[in-house]
């Protein structure tokens, strides 16, 4: 079943300032992972947080996780055009499978 | 990560024909592996869950019959939409797991498929 709400569903920003996303969601979790979709392609993970942490970095990208109130966000700092994208979080428990958000859609402005 | 493949890459088939989308684990052994759908600005809902050498459960509201979704070895899992129709046209993505480690999944690139 689908849960978790990624929050905007849509942002348009200006290159080289940051990109907030913020996903929801409802049950306990293993971890949380956030994916980077382009307009009709694959997705591409992005970074992974498990349930016992709090925050993680990996480039530009910097990911929260808040289990007490079952949410996570995605900043993405000074953007480029390139990060123009649907983004998406997906939580996993332990033998089951991905649930998605449905979406932050990014576009960064030249 | 490891390698999760598809093939074909992208479909286009006339109404009334039926169409298979492969899902393979190159570099491990996927026993179990899940098949999403997503519609255009959609998010990705899951179809089905398929083990290797049982038959796959399938989430409400999907038709088993029109998708057939067959997984008889460890490195490939197949789903054929039957009598596909236009509202089928979808981008289908296939993820696979293996038994080591129930926390990791890997996703295949997906397949769009047009049905005209």
């Known amino acids: 079943s689908q849960q978790g709400e990624e929050d905007p569903q849509a942002l348009s920003i200006q290159e080289g300032e940051n990109a907030t996303m913020n996903c929801s969601y409802k049950?306990?979790?293993?971890?949380l992972q956030w994916y980077r979709q382009n307009s009709g392609r694959g997705l591409v993970h992005l970074i992974l947080i498990r349930s016992n942490e709090r925050e993680k970095h990996s480039g530009r990208l910097r990911v929260t996780l808040d289990t007490s109130k079952k949410s996570s966000s995605l900043l993405i700092t000074a953007s480029r055009a390139a990060d123009t994208a649907s983004y998406f979080c997906a939580t996993l428990r332990a033998g089951q499978n991905f649930v998605f958000g449905p979406g932050t859609r990014l576009s960064v402005l030249p | 990560g490891a390698v999760v493949s598809q093939h074909p890459s992208w479909v286009i088939c006339k109404s009334g024909t039926s169409v298979k989308i492969e899902c393979r684990s190159l570099d491990f052994q996927a026993t179990t592996m899940f098949w999403y759908r997503q519609f255009p600005k959609q998010s990705l809902m899951l179809m089905a869950t398929s083990n290797e050498g049982s038959k796959a459960t399938y989430e409400q509201g999907v038709e088993k019959d029109k998708f057939l979704i067959n997984h008889a070895s460890l490195t490939l899992s197949t789903l054929t939409v039957t009598s596909a129709h236009p509202e089928d046209s979808s981008f289908y993505i296939c993820?696979?797991?293996?038994?080591?480690?129930?926390?990791?999944?890997?996703f295949g690139p997906g397949t769009r498929l047009t049905v005209t």
């Open positions: 049950t306990s979790i293993n971890n």
């Open positions: 993820s696979a797991r293996g038994d080591r480690n129930l926390y990791e999944q890997y």
